[in-house]
């Protein structure tokens, strides 16, 4: 039996994956997660075969989710299943050691055998998303930098940024300054922008 975390933030694509899942013979899913953090702890906790997860949650992304994974249950394999189609969010997945990325159109056909392929310790990516990761330049960006332009793209003033993060402002200006230059933008919205494009926040 294929054990099974499922991490998604939206309650209906939630319950339908598990559903899904549950039909096969094969495969249980044993946890629910609506966010990042807390799908770290039900692996952590259950050591599942399989964490399928959703990239954009609240805390935590899946591809963060992933790399934290890497080291608290090296074990279990993760399977990105996102509306994200972009090349950039691929490539970053699979710097995190993410082992399967589908797109959520996919057949549900398609889920249960990535999930099959995924646990015996294969790779499954989606085929209009395979060729197109060759061509895609390395995410730039660092953690940090992401961070930063994730809350700077939500509206908070550097100082609210550098209170949240335990930073001074002007470090906070000097991050912005450097993610906007490797990105090529005019200001923090545009390399907001940008870097949202390409799959890297």
Known sequence: MIRVVIAEDQSLVLGALAALLDLEDDIEVVGRAADGEAAVRLVAELRPDVLVSDIEMPGLSGIEAAVRLKSLAPRTRVLIVTTFGRAGYLRRALDA???????????????????????????????????????????????RERAILRMAEEGRSNRDIAKALGLSPGTVRNYLSEAAQKLGAGNRIEAGRIARDKGWL
């Open 97 to 143: 050691g993410v082992r399967g990325y589908l797109l959520k159109d996919a057949p549900s056909s398609v889920l249960a055998g990535a999930v099959r392929t995924v646990a015996a310790g294969g790779r499954v990516i989606a085929p209009e998303l395979a060729e197109a990761v060759w061509d895609t330049p390395a995410d730039p960006l660092t953690e």
